[in-house]
Every structure is written in C-alpha cells, then in structure tokens.
C-alpha cells in the first residue's frame, strides 16, 4: 500500500518504520528540515532498540523515504497517517493545534479518494473536528478513521510488528476495509482488529493508560501503608498479583510514574470528562499520589542525613524508564531538583539519557559517563530507572568508592538483608 506518515515523532516514526517493514512503500513528512536530513541519513533522534537498524533497511530497499515536502506526500499515498504531538495545554487538556493544521494541510492537498488516520492520541471527538475541516478543504471523497497506538517506550517495535489488539475506529466501510487489509499481515498469529465507532476508539488508548496509571500510584500507595504498619510490599504484591482477577503486571511499587504518555492522558482525560459536567475522581487521585511519590525517595534522605546542605548524591538512571532516553515527567527531575534546593551537590549517570539530562540540569548536576565514577566521593547513591546494568553491581567497589555506605533504592532491585549483609545502609519502598 501506498502510505504517508506525517510527523515522526516517536509514534510516526516506529509507525512508519514498521508499516515498510511489512512491504508497504512510505513516505515519512516532517517539517523540521534538519531532522529529515539526519533520518535521510538513516540516524535516529530518538533511543528506542532496534529502531535505527529498520530504518536503515527500509531507506536501503527504498522502502523508505523522508521528506519535509507534504503536498507531494498526500497526492502519491493512498492512507494518510495524522501522527503529530498533542502535548499538554495549561488547563491539562490536549492541545490539537497540531493535528487540525495538518489536517487543513492535507485537505489542501488532496487528488483523489484518502483516509485519513488520527494516529496521534487525541480526546474523543478528534475524528469529527478533523472531518470537518477537511469538508471545509476539498471535494474529494474522503474517510477518517481513528486508529491509536499502543507502544511501549523499549519495546515499540515488537509492540508494532506484533500487537496484542488494533483497534479501528471507522464510519464507512470504505476506510475500515483499507485498514483491515493494512493491518492483516500484523495479526496472522490471532490477535483481534477491533472495528468500532470513531468516539470509542479514540477512548480507547485515554482508558487503557488510565487504568495502568492507577495501578501504578494504588500500588504505591499500599506500598506506602507496609512502611507504616512493618509490612512487606514483596509479599503484598506476590499475594495480590496471583489472584488471576488482578494479574501481575504494573504492580511494582517505586518512585512513580512518568514519561509521554501516562502523565498527558491522565491530565487530558480528567479534562474531557469534566467538560462533559464529570468529576473523575479516581484519575484526580491517581495524579496526586503519582506526585507525591516522585518526591518519597527525597524525603527518606531528608529524614537518614538531616541536613542534605553539602552532602553528595549520586543518581543512577536519569530516564522515566529503562530502554528509552525521555525523561519527560520523569521521577528524576523533581527529586534532582529537590536535591539541587537543598544545598546537596548531584553526581549522575544514566546509559541514554544524559544528553537530555544536561539539556534539563545545564551544569547545575555533574553527569558521568560510567555508572561507577558517579559514586567517587558520594555520601548515597540512588536508583531511579531500573537499567539491567545496576541489577548486579560490584558492592565491594561501591562500598569503596561512596564516603558513607548509603543506598536508596527506589525501584526495589536489591535485597535488603544481602546490602545490609554486605555493611549498607539500605532504604527501598514499602519494606522494612
């Protein structure tokens, strides 16, 4: 098939990555000239694994293309993907400025029968707006058609290349059929394509996140009630995600959540139900336990050192997850910042995400290179992003190389009683 991806982003780029992998030919848009030239080059501006290796053997078989050139684009593809950021507003909801220009520029553009696809996560009622405007634009016969994503940061490809569910949102056969047929090759082991109205898919992507979000802030939140009355959230969690009604997964306990996408849906979501007169209580809550969490590990210093004016922290991982370098809404920042107005000097390390991090910190945090000479002259280290890399770490180095032998271990990697074996002075959430 004939494609157009505009905008490549981390969602239209893996989006359009993928689609060629699977034979289609298309054609990546953005406007950003220089961003074109490097993945003309077959370089990636983003970290995600895999990612720069399929781009370069798409462009190769030609696959492939970049090009800040939109109307040319639009006239030779056939299925036209909307994949543009919809950051936060000041009032929390999605901003769609991008998305309804793009659709105007399309609209302009257009030579024939399209469909137009909102692959960008937009509020429910984006598939009308984006209607009307391309009615406003053209006489060609067109279909909209939602179609969100649903990719993790570190796993996009696999995610893309083998979903668990597409889910569909159409209003004519014409535009379910085109993309049915696009996304067969995707689901031959079985898993659904999901056709539904416009209006419930784009509430599909808001409602999944939402429900992983709460999860994640319930579970810090029973995390938090084990420190107060000596439990053990390891056996909290163990006990709870066996019941097959729950299930394992998002139960971990730390720092609290971040990145692109929770912390944006979560917001947007609350704000387009309460322009319909809901109060989505459960979603206010999820947001303030997610905030206050972030800042948990800086209290439990505050409270170990007393003063933190001149003591040395060093931070292992610096992005809001592994595998990825976005730190957006990432627990690091406040709790860096946190520890920056305290008087503390910061000493840090991450595997990909140091080049944003100095973009975040200036020179106001002193990045390393190697995990171990963040901790040269340390008073604590702290583990922020669970990287594999800090999963075994040489202790007897580490103990040698930090000024006092203190480890605040925000994601529960570690166990307790070895680091206390080994002469630590050990802080983890929701355990003794």
């Known amino acids: ?71 040319r684009a639009v006239q030779q593809s056939q299925i036209l993907f909307i994949a543009v950021g919809t950051p936060t507003g000041e009032d929390g909801s999605a901003d769609l400025q991008h998305v309804m220009a793009v659709a105007r520029d399309i609209g302009r553009a257009m030579n024939g029968y399209k469909v137009i696809v909102n692959k960008s996560t937009v509020p429910v009622g984006t598939a009308a ?77 808001y409602a999944a996140n939402a429900m992983l979000a709460t999860r994640i802030s319930f579970m810090n939140e029973v995390s938090n009630v084990c420190e107060a009355v000596g439990a053990n959230v390891d056996e909290v969690r163990r006990a709870v995600a066996s019941d097959r009604r729950i299930g394992a997964s998002f139960l971990f306990p730390g720092v609290g959540y971040g990145g692109s996408c929770f912390p944006k849906d979560v917001k947007a979501m609350v704000k387009f ?54 730190m957006r809404e990432a627990p690091a920042v406040p709790l860096i910042n946190a520890l920056l107005e305290a008087g503390a000097d910061v000493t840090a390390y991450d595997p990909e995400a140091i080049k944003v991090a100095r973009s975040i910190f200036g020179t106001r945090v002193d990045f390393k290179e190697k995990s171990y000479e963040a901790l040269a002259g340390a008073d604590a280290v702290a583990i922020v992003t669970e990287w594999h890399e800090f999963r075994e770490p040489d202790w007897t180095r580490i103990k040698k190389l930090l000024k006092t032998p203190v480890v605040f271990d925000g994601r529960n990697i570690y166990n307790p009683e070895h680091l206390r074996g080994q002469g630590f002075t050990y802080y983890s959430m929701g355990r003794k």
């Open 1 to 71: 098939m004939k494609i157009a991806v505009v905008g490549t982003g981390y969602v239209g780029l893996v989006a359009g990555t993928c689609f060629a992998e699977n034979g289609n030919d298309v054609i990546c848009v953005d406007k950003d000239p220089a961003k074109v030239r490097l993945l003309q080059r077959g370089k990636v501006p983003i970290y995600e694994p895999g990612l720069e290796e399929l781009v370069r053997r798409n462009r190769t078989e030609k696959r492939l293309t970049f090009t800040t050139a939109l109307d």
């Open 273 to 326: 139900a309460g322009a319909r007169n809901y109060d989505f209580e459960i979603l206010h809550a999820v947001e303030h336990v997610n905030e206050r969490q972030k800042v948990r590990l800086f209290a439990k210093m505050k409270q170990h050192f007393g003063s933190l004016r001149g003591k040395r922290i060093a931070v292992w991982g610096l992005a809001f997850k592994p595998k990825t370098d976005d």
């Open 129 to 205: 707006k984006v209607r009307e405007v391309l009615r406003r634009e053209t006489t060609h016969p067109f279909s909209v058609v939602s179609n969100p994503e649903f990719l993790k940061q570190g796993a996009a490809i696999d995610d893309f290349l083998k979903p668990d569910r597409v889910v569909i949102g159409a209003e004519d056969p014409r535009g379910a059929e085109l993309m049915t047929e696009l996304y067969a090759p995707f689901t031959r082991t079985g898993a659904p394509i999901m056709l539904m109205d416009c209006p419930s898919a784009e509430l599909c992507k």
